[in-house]
């Protein structure tokens, strides 16, 4: 069936360096993903996303790339920093629906 | 702060009660989606509605349901309750479909 999942449970990364959290999604016809933070005790909030036509996009210290032949999606953070530590997840869209599927979430942590 | 606003925040209710959760949607938009998180999952969509209408849902049995008013806030209404639905659930708003934001949560305890 559909589903989207993550590869690292929990991610542990030192202040100031990079982290890529990874994502693999099993419905080919997804055309819409999504990257959501949250923290502690709050709802998840919208980090960046991307459109299938598109293999990569950038943000402000995030980047998004896409996969499509191998079904796959990561999140880079630049320069991670504490206020970095929640919880990740990749989310996609059922084309022709309004539903979101979301993973199971990675739980990053910055280490100072 | 997305705008969007849950309640109660937490909620503590037995087997067999009924529940209702509350959602107002952040100004000028038009669609709500409801999701269920269960401790250490990501969220679970149970229904969207849009002008009023659901539009489309998820596996969740009828026992879930909910409505929409005229200024777009909504209600999740869930009857028979089980252990099993403990979690958080989240309401996110939208204009026409297009980015979610999600609201805070309410946590729903059952006993």
């Known amino acids: 069936g559909e589903s989207v999942g993550l590869h690292l449970p929990t991610l542990s990364v030192q202040e100031g360096d990079n982290s890529i959290i990874n994502c693999a999604y099993s419905n080919s016809a997804s055309d819409y993903f999504i990257w959501y933070k949250q923290e502690s005790g709050k709802g998840p909030q919208f980090i960046i996303d991307i459109r299938s036509n598109m293999d990569k996009r950038q943000g402000q210290r995030v980047t998004v790339l896409l996969n499509k032949t191998v079904k796959h999606l990561s999140l880079q953070i630049a320069a991670t920093q504490p206020g970095d530590s929640a919880v990740y997840f990749c989310?996609?869209?059922?084309?022709?629906?309004?539903?979101?599927?979301f993973g199971t979430g990675t739980r990053l942590k910055v280490l100072a | 702060e997305t705008g969007v606003t849950q309640s109660p925040t937490h909620l503590i209710k037995t087997r067999g009660q009924q529940v209702t959760l509350r959602c107002s949607s952040q100004s000028g938009h038009n669609t709500v989606s409801w999701y269920q998180q269960a401790l250490g999952q990501g969220p679970q969509f149970i229904f969207q509605?849009?002008?009023?209408?659901?539009?489309g849902r998820g596996n969740f049995p009828p026992r879930f349901s909910g409505l929409q008013f005229p200024n777009y806030s909504s209600e999740l209404n869930v009857n028979a309750l089980e252990l099993d639905d403990s979690a958080l659930y989240l309401c996110?708003?939208?204009?026409?479909?297009?980015?979610?934001?999600f609201g805070p949560g309410t946590r729903l305890t059952v006993l």
């Open positions: 989310a996609e869209n059922n084309p022709g629906t309004y539903k979101y599927i």
């Open positions: 509605y849009y002008r009023e209408e659901e539009n």
């Open positions: 996110a708003s939208s204009l026409d479909h297009h980015e979610q934001f």
